[in-house]
């Protein structure tokens, strides 16, 4: 997600719109020879289903930044009550600007960190130390093919492919993706074999999260990817923040008009395997360019998006709020007197 320095140019309506020319070799050709990996999926009842996609599956979860938003507590939150197989945290540098070099992955990890220490604090003690991911952009090659991508292993792609080996294509590793999808696009090119035991879950390609524009083009046409948008002050009120406990993390996040203006953010694909009909409708579509996409009736397809239209926003700030209210959650110095859901 967008650190505070770049949310004013959200707010404001600027997107990352960008092409890049693929020479030779036409984007149509590179899909066509990598394939088209969109997930199979239904709609039932006004509920999205993923076959073999829930909350038995292993998870992991990159991001850039993790004090702007509240999903990766409520990640670790359900971690430690047991509800979600999560193997673990991977940041991603933050690739804004790149170049210059707005960030470093250390400015990233620094926040991580912060995160970290303030949530075992507040008692969520089984919150995992972090695993670096990538640190440089990918480059597009000269051929424009996939398969000449030069890239560097980290010890987040390693720990991508070693989870997703140990996945399977009924049971997929769930990568959840809230920043730049460099780290899964090395996994996917370290190892291709994993491309059909994961499925990521991907906030705001063509937005903020395109930076890396050729990650991007890998994981969109080498894995199953279900996208989302950002929207500013999505689901999340002021008052859900401050019905929470009084504690170190929760207290940064009360303090913090960027985690009420990032609103349900980076994590929205991780309360729908919780509750699938949290997310009511999706559309099939495939790129054009590196940063442009459209809708399409056919198969196979690129991936699936989710509009915001059908996304039911307050309720799914509602079920995160609603287990960061749990007493379970927290050191018991910092539980709440009247544990009720929040209405």
């Given amino acids: 997600m967008a650190s505070s320095k770049v949310r004013t140019a959200l707010m404001t309506g600027w997107y990352l719109m960008a092409t890049w020319s693929l020479g030779s070799v036409s984007l149509a050709e590179e899909i066509e020879k990598e394939g088209k990996f969109g997930p199979t999926y ?10 073999g996609v829930g909350p038995d599956n292993p998870v992991i979860y ?8 509240i999903d990766a507590t409520f990640c670790a939150a359900q971690h430690k009550l047991g509800e979600l197989d999560l193997k673990g945290f ?9 170049p210059p070099n707005q960030y470093s992955l250390e400015d990233s990890i620094r926040d991580f960190q912060e995160f970290r220490e303030l949530a075992i604090e507040s008692g969520l003690h089984t919150v995992p130390e972090h695993t670096s991911g990538s640190a440089e952009r990918l480059e597009r090659p000269e051929s424009g093919l996939i398969s000449d991508t030069k890239f560097t292993r980290s010890p987040g792609s390693d720990l991508i492919v070693e989870e997703a080996m140990k996945a399977t294509r009924d049971q997929p590793l769930i990568i959840v ?3 730049a999808p460099t780290t899964v696009a090395s996994a996917l090119l370290q190892e291709p074999d994993i491309a059909d035991r994961i499925i990521v879950f991907w906030l705001a390609i063509a937005q903020y999260n395109a930076n ?3 990650a991007t083009h890998v994981v969109l046409q080498r894995s199953p990817v279900v996208h ?3 929207r500013l002050r999505d689901g999340l009120k002021r008052e859900m923040l401050e019905s929470l406990p009084d504690n170190p993390i929760n207290r940064r996040f009360k303090e913090s008009d960027l985690v009420y203006d990032n609103g349900v953010g980076d994590g929205v694909l991780l309360t729908w395997l919780f509750d699938p009909c949290l997310i009511t409708g999706a559309e099939k579509q495939n790129s054009t360019d590196l940063v442009s996409y459209r809708a399409t009736t056919a198969y196979p397809y690129g991936f699936l998006h989710v509009p915001n239209s059908h996304k039911r926003s307050t309720e799914i700030a509602e079920l995160m709020m609603n287990v960061l209210r749990m007493p379970e959650v927290w050191d018991a110095r910092f539980q709440i007197s009247d544990h009720e859901t929040l209405r």
Wanted: net charge negative.
């Fill in 90 to 98: 991977i940041v991603t540098r933050d690739m804004w600007r790149d």
């Fill in 62 to 69: 990159d991001n850039d930044w993790w004090l702007d938003i």
């Fill in 42 to 51: 239904s709609i039932e009842d006004g509920c999205l289903t993923i076959p």
């Fill in 177 to 179: 993706v809230g920043g």
């Fill in 212 to 214: 890396d524009q050729w």
């Fill in 228 to 230: 989302y948008d950002f």
